[in-house]
C-alpha cells in the first residue's frame, strides 16, 4: 500500500522560513516525479511545486516562484518543499501527491494525481 506521509508544518509569522517533508512509502519513489499542492479554506486545492523523477525539472506556480523550492532525496524517499519568506496569503493544508507513470512532472492538475498524503497544516500570520 502506498503511503504519502507530509510533515513539517505549523504556526509561523510572515517572512519567516519553514521545510516541509514527504516521506513515501510502498512505492518506487524515485521514478516518478512529485508535487506539492495546498488548500487553503474555502478555496479549491491548488498547484505548488513539482520536480522531474531525476531532480533536473523544476515547476513552480507564479504565486511561490522565487521563493519556495522543492528538491527530493531518492535515497530517502523524500521529497522537501523549502519556503521562505511566507505571507499570509501562503495559509493552507499542503499535500504531496504523484501520478503514476509521470517521470517529467507534465501534469500539475490535482484530479491527475493517482495519490495523495493526508496533509500537513501552515498557518502564517501576519
Known amino acids: 500500500q502506498v503511503q504519502l506521509v507530509e510533515s513539517g508544518g505549523g504556526l509561523v509569522q510572515a517572512g519567516d522560513s519553514l521545510r516541509l517533508s514527504c516521506t513515501i512509502n510502498?512505492?518506487?519513489?524515485?521514478?516518478?516525479?512529485m508535487n506539492w499542492f495546498r488548500q487553503a479554506p474555502g478555496k479549491e486545492r491548488e498547484f505548488v511545486a513539482c520536480?522531474?523523477?531525476?531532480?533536473?525539472?523544476?515547476y513552480y506556480a507564479d504565486s511561490v516562484k522565487g521563493r519556495f523550492t522543492i528538491s527530493r532525496d531518492n535515497d530517502k524517499n523524500t521529497v522537501y518543499l523549502q519556503m521562505r519568506n511566507l505571507e499570509p496569503e501562503d495559509t493552507a493544508v499542503y499535500y504531496c501527491?504523484?501520478?503514476?507513470?509521470?517521470?517529467?512532472?507534465?501534469?500539475?492538475?490535482?484530479?491527475?494525481?493517482?495519490?495523495w498524503g493526508k496533509g500537513t497544516l501552515v498557518t502564517v500570520s501576519s
Open positions: 501527491a504523484s501520478k503514476r507513470g509521470d517521470y517529467i512532472g507534465t501534469s500539475h492538475y490535482p484530479d491527475d494525481m493517482d495519490y
Open positions: 520536480i522531474s523523477w531525476n531532480g533536473i525539472y523544476e
Open positions: 510502498g512505492r518506487t519513489f524515485s521514478s516518478e516525479a
